[in-house]
């Protein structure tokens, strides 16, 4: 029920980059190093905790490739990240529950040339974009079923942001009215300044990614001035207030 839930909430989030074949192992030439490759998935991730968890050497750094996928899971994710203190490294590209919850887990984060990181939504999407369609209008019991996974995926998500000190805006800033009519492309992140501002220590090996290795603009990069963030997160926290 949940990935069906998921799948509609898909509606309103967009569809997470093509996912690669999974796979999770310790780097041979790097023993404490894990290479994480795919969807995130319960099974996936309880693939990467069985493996921190059993690893002869101290696990630093994890090096993921992923577009996201299932919420739960991914929080479940970022808080071994989090609780293990591990570097992350994004290797082609962290979208979606990848850029939520893994990346905002570290204070260590390094994007590789050429790596895309993007977000484009979150447990308080439904604030700016609500839920609504036919086939939800007709069936009160799947609604009902949708609005319990949002209460719980939006508890979930607020302790998490408050447990690694970002600000969850992150996840939404880029639907936020000011910024949303200028929106135009799938995936939207923010400059340097704005990503220390929101609380994430992120560094980049080149420029910030827009576009895939096939030439298509994928991400967009808000730069926001400190006081335009200000006023921004002031207009979101006053409609957080009203629900």
Not at 140 to 145: A, N
Request: proline residues 4%.
């Amino acid at each position: 029920m949940r990935y069906l839930l998921v799948a509609l909430l898909l509606a309103l989030m967009g569809c997470a980059a093509q996912q690669e074949p999974f796979s999770v192992a310790i780097d041979p030439l790097l023993p404490s190093t894990i290479l994480y490759n795919g969807e995130i998935t319960p099974e996936n991730v309880a693939s990467f905790e069985q493996l921190i968890t059993n690893s002869p050497t101290k696990i630093e750094s994890l090096i993921i490739n992923s577009g996201g996928g299932d919420v739960f899971a991914g929080i479940r994710f970022g808080e071994l990240v989090f609780e293990y203190k591990l570097k992350v490294v994004v290797d082609k590209a962290c979208a979606s529950s990848c850029a939520n919850y893994i990346v905002t887990a570290s204070d260590d984060v390094t994007v590789r040339n050429g790596g895309l990181l993007g977000w484009h939504g979150g447990a308080l999407q439904p604030i700016y974009v609500p839920i609504t369609s036919n086939k939800q209008r007709a069936n009160k019991m799947l609604r009902k079923e949708a609005d319990d996974f949002l209460t719980q995926w939006q508890q979930a998500e607020h302790d998490f942001f408050q447990m690694v000190k970002v600000n969850q805006a992150v996840t939404i800033l880029g639907m936020v009215p000011g910024l949303e009519e200028k929106r135009d492309a799938q995936l939207f992140s923010y400059d340097q300044q704005t990503l220390k501002q929101l609380g994430l220590h992120i560094t980049y090996e080149g420029e910030q990614a827009t576009t895939s290795r096939f030439g298509e603009y994928i991400v967009q990069i808000f730069s926001v001035s400190p006081d335009v963030l200000e006023t921004l997160l002031t207009q979101h926290n006053k409609i957080l207030q009203q629900h």
